[in-house]
């Protein structure tokens, strides 16, 4: 790509882009960003978090949020100049120099270019919880942070998601919005640190501000999260513009002074809507409160319609840019403006001359292509069947009469749509075999709403019902009313989740926002030519519908096989079927050259719409072969006052000598902030007058470690882990004793000089091994508790009536609950072994393999070698007459595995406790647990071994899984 002023933007992403990575890596960013931000960045992308969840950002969502953070932290971006000087300054040259000069560039400014259906959506809650929380945090106010922010929706569709996002989501046929069904809410273990989520929880709840509430006229807290559309513009730069053109002459005419002296009268045609009425009463409009701010976050949703356009050779700003130029025109740059969209460009020229004039603030690049190779959305397939191949010939223009009205559809039209049904009737027999709740829908966009009803007609003669269908009418501008988008809203609330309607019918309504997952089929019956529109019509059916992990293996070979081998699909799962229309035929070049989309012409989808994925339930007889897995419940009003830390179990800090960290840590006359570096938790700010640290501080560190110890268990109860009640009190008098003796094998005073400032020092290296400690401790605690009286709960794992599987990498067995188990496409072979020998040695009585997303109750907690509570799946679970074997099968090279250790200990404690249960609540057998490893596996297997052979070979004991001789 030849770089030149109009594509320059995007080069700048890339370089920015490999810029941030390098100094992520190195954690160069993590010492240049706030305690805050890096806090924050810490739990979203650090490895350890991200390894314990099911879900993280993916990366162009985490590339944005980096990006972003580095031009307004490390870098201190106040310009978008700044950035172009900043990462490509030797291609200045080549840059529009005029346009970064404008005012509308002079502050922090961030385009985020990101392919439709990736989840920008998540990217603005991270920027938003980064600036409140920095700005909430900091000791002195940088001007850098602000807990202001509007967020500027194009239309009624998007406005809705974000009222979804952040105030939560609505029922059918019901106007309350739950906020626990918000974006924050919702996708707290991704978004938000433990610490942190009440503060931001708060703060959601009391500081978003919708347009019917009124901007400026809601009271909330100490920020504001306001959302609107770019219609709150409209009228109030009208206004403003006429304000300020007003002849300031005394002449006053007889009318201006009725005017002056009676009341104003409601009325729209008068410009004095109630709306109007309340805003002058109260002082001001929304613009004006908003302009008054001393600072403010920004964020344009589909920002490609902020453009220029030109009028009589005049270059003029849309409404929606003047606004947000009069909300900026006070702050500098503690205006800050995030723009997102996937096609943040304008167009300059016609046909083969058209070229496109990208955002100049462009500073990331998550383009279609990166999100398809990541398996981020569907896979694009273009439709030529072969009742299409006399594309040339064919009319695709509805028929009109003398005077120019609709009076049908043309046979082009009719060939198209019924291509579309014949796809969309395919999909739904093949899908609902394989899965009842996936409803393929077929969208369908027409030329203006003159042509819908002989869409609608046509499709009703082609068999479909009323309830089949629903047309959605909007102007030229895809705008309708309020009213007709309330009616609208209940036709399309929840449309994945139900078989009718099957087909969507639009003009332009639902180019943006319209967040379906299951649209399979377009049919663009539109002629125009547009590149962002085209893109728009593609990006309404590119959102995932095939999420379950169950279907990972099969995409993921669909995906090597178009875009790498450039061949069809073997499936429909995934992908989305464009109806060809020659209008378009550039258009689909274009991607066809990028080696996006697969040609369909009739021999996709060979193994079926679903390809091989079976949904296997449970055998006739499988209650011979269930399991039944313990859980040891507590009372969970009990606190263990007899449960106590040994004191054994807290290790001494031994990284540095005591005299080392005085000499560096405990100098005279500073203020600390007291932060636990691996979950950055702040322990608040100590001033320090003539070098005292009084009892109180002391005190409240000591409450502070509690909390973070607690907190660290508080996922685990979540999740199953027995009740336990930590004796707060005690656990403190422990702390003080173990900082005062033990901590640095000497005594230790924290009141004796500066000392204190050991424990408080900025990096936290004391205070993260003390969390560590005393996180071990109590989870060594409660595995040392008495089973003889507890209270046991089991679960079945028949509780899970079926699994999916691929039916290429399953097989067939007797003895186990479900009639086939499915083993891993890739490096698959030791379990697929593993699962044979079980099958056929008659030893095993029954025996199940662990699926861990639909039995995750089946699991062990263990502390990780940093202090975090984590969990563990073992791989199988077997049963002989008088034994139950947990086993896990691993690569040679994966055994000796610190992680693998750490489970392995916390397992035979676990084990040790089921053991000690009475016979009837462990299934009257004693539990044991196997690590096996391959070599050995085949060795064993292969001289004939049974699975009790194996199983005393391998087994776990604490010797083994702690590597000293002399742990029973």
């Known amino acids: 790509m030849a770089i030149n002023s109009s594509n320059i933007s995007l080069e700048l992403a890339h370089r920015l882009t490999d810029v941030v990575n390098a100094a992520w890596k190195s954690g160069e960013m993590l010492e240049k960003v706030t305690p805050t931000t890096a806090s924050l960045l810490n739990y979203w992308f650090g490895e350890g978090f991200c390894n314990e969840r099911a879900r993280n950002f993916h990366e162009g969502q985490r590339q944005a949020i980096l990006n972003i953070i580095y031009l307004h932290e490390v870098m201190g971006e106040n310009c978008v100049m700044d950035a172009y000087q900043g990462i490509i300054p030797e291609l200045m040259d080549r840059a529009d ?98 610490r942190y989520r009440d503060e931001v929880f708060s703060f959601i709840q009391n500081n978003v501000v919708t347009k019917e509430d009124g901007i400026g006229r809601k009271t909330t807290g100490e920020g504001l999260i306001a959302l609107t559309n770019w219609h709150l513009f409209e009228n109030q730069m009208e206004e403003k513009e006429q304000d300020e053109d007003v002849d300031d002459s005394s002449t006053v005419t007889p009318t201006e002074i009725i005017s002056d002296l009676l009341p104003i009268r409601p009325g729209k045609s008068a410009g004095n809507d109630l709306g109007m009425l309340d805003r002058r009463a109260l002082g001001g409009t929304e613009l004006e409160y908003l302009a008054g701010l001393k600072d403010l976050m920004v964020i344009n949703d589909e920002a490609h319609h902020i453009h220029e356009i030109k009028r009589n050779g005049e270059t003029e700003e849309v409404e929606w840019q003047r606004g947000l130029n009069a909300i900026s025109a006070t702050k500098g740059t503690r205006f800050i403006q995030v723009d997102f969209s996937a096609t943040p460009f304008d167009t300059k020229g016609a046909g083969e001359k058209q070229v496109k004039l990208f955002f100049p603030h462009i500073i990331v690049d998550f383009d279609l292509p990166m999100a398809m190779k990541q398996g981020l959305v569907k896979l694009l397939l273009l439709d030529r069947r072969q009742e299409l191949t006399d594309l040339e010939n064919l009319d695709y223009n509805a028929e009109r009469d003398e005077q120019g009205k609709v009076v049908g559809l043309s046979e082009g039209q009719r060939m198209m749509l019924r291509a579309g049904l014949t796809k969309l009737n395919k999909l739904e027999e093949e899908f609902l075999k394989n899965d009842a709740s996936k409803n393929p829908k077929m969208l369908i966009v027409c030329q203006d709403t003159t042509v819908s009803p002989f869409v609608e007609e046509f499709l009703k003669s082609e068999g479909l019902e009323d309830e089949d269908i629903v047309t959605i009418d909007s102007n030229k501008q895809g705008e309708v009313k309020d009213e007709e988008w309330l009616e609208i809203k209940k036709k399309l609330f929840d449309i994945d989740r139900y078989k009718s309607p099957k087909v969507v019918i639009s003009v332009l309504m639902l180019r943006e926002g319209f967040d379906v997952n299951n649209i399979c089929v377009l049919v663009p019956l539109r002629s125009s030519q547009a590149p962002i529109l085209l893109e728009q019509l593609v990006g309404r059916g590119l959102r995932l519908m095939w999420r379950e992990s169950d279907y990972i293996d099969i995409k993921r070979e669909d995906r090597l096989r178009v875009l790498k081998n450039h061949q069809p699909p073997r499936t429909y799962i995934d992908t989305l079927s464009i109806v060809e229309h020659p209008a378009f035929i550039k258009f689909y070049d274009d991607l066809q050259d990028q080696g996006l989309v697969a040609v369909d012409e009739g021999d996709v989808g060979t193994g079926g719409a679903t390809g091989d994925i079976l949904t296997v339930g449970l055998r006739d007889d499988y209650e011979k072969y269930d399991f039944q897995w313990p859980v040891i419940l507590h009372d969970s009003l009990e606190e263990l006052e007899d449960a106590e830390i040994d004191l054994d179990d807290l290790q001494p800090f031994t990284m540095y000598p005591l005299s080392l960290l005085r000499k560096f840590l405990a100098k005279e006359g500073e203020t600390f902030v007291s932060q636990e570096s691996l979950t950055k938790t702040t322990f608040g700010k100590y001033k320090v007058t003539a070098n005292l640290f009084n009892a109180n501080g002391y005190n409240e560190y000591l409450q502070k470690l509690l909390k973070v110890v607690t907190l660290r268990f508080e996922n685990c109860r979540r999740q199953g882990f027995p009740t336990i009640q930590i004796n707060g009190a005690q656990t403190v008098q422990v702390m003080d004793w173990y900082i005062r003796k033990r901590l640095f094998t000497m005594s230790f005073d924290p009141f004796q000089g500066s000392d204190w ?166 299934m009257n057998r004693t539990w044991e647990y196997v690590l096996i490893g391959e070599s050995v596996f085949y060795s064993l297997s292969g001289s004939g071994a049974t699975i009790t052979d194996i199983c005393n070979q391998c087994k776990v004991s604490y010797s083994v899984a702690t590597g000293n001789l002399f742990d029973m």
């Open 757 to 922: 400032k050991i424990l408080l020092a900025k990096d936290g290296i004391v205070t993260k091994h003390i969390v560590e400690q005393f996180a071990v401790a109590i989870y060594k605690m409660q595995n040392r508790l008495t089973t003889v009286d507890a209270e046991v709960s089991h679960t079945d794992f028949s509780s899970l009536k079926a699994i999916k599987m691929r039916e290429s990498y399953s097989m067939e067995v007797q003895k186990c609950i479900y009639p086939r188990l499915g083993y891993p496409s890739h490096g698959g072979g030791l379990e697929k072994a593993f699962i044979e020998f079980l099958n056929r040695d008659a030893e095993v009585e029954r025996f199940l393999k662990i699926n861990e997303s639909g039995h995750s109750f089946a699991i062990i907690f263990y502390v990780r070698k940093d202090g975090l509570m984590a969990t563990y799946h073992p791989d199988f679970i077997v049963a002989t007459a008088d034994k139950v074997y947990l086993i896990e099968t691993k690569g040679d090279d994966k055994v000796d595995d610190v992680n693998v250790r750490q489970k392995q200990t916390a397992t035979i404690e676990w084990i040790k406790k089921i053991n000690a249960l009475e016979s009837k609540d462990r």
């Open 97 to 194: 120099l005029a346009q970064l000069a404008k005012p509308k560039y002079q502050m922090p400014k961030y385009a985020v270019k990101m392919a439709t259906g990736t989840g920008k959506t998540w990217v603005m809650h991270a920027l938003i919880i980064w600036q409140m929380l920095n700005a909430r945090h900091e000791d002195v106010e940088s001007g850098r942070f602000t807990q202001k922010f509007l967020i500027v929706a194009p239309g009624l569709i998007v406005y809705d998601r974000l009222l979804d996002a952040f105030c939560g989501r609505k029922k059918r046929d019901e106007e309350y919005r739950d906020p626990q069904t918000n974006d924050y809410y919702m996708n707290q273990d991704v978004f938000i640190p433990e």
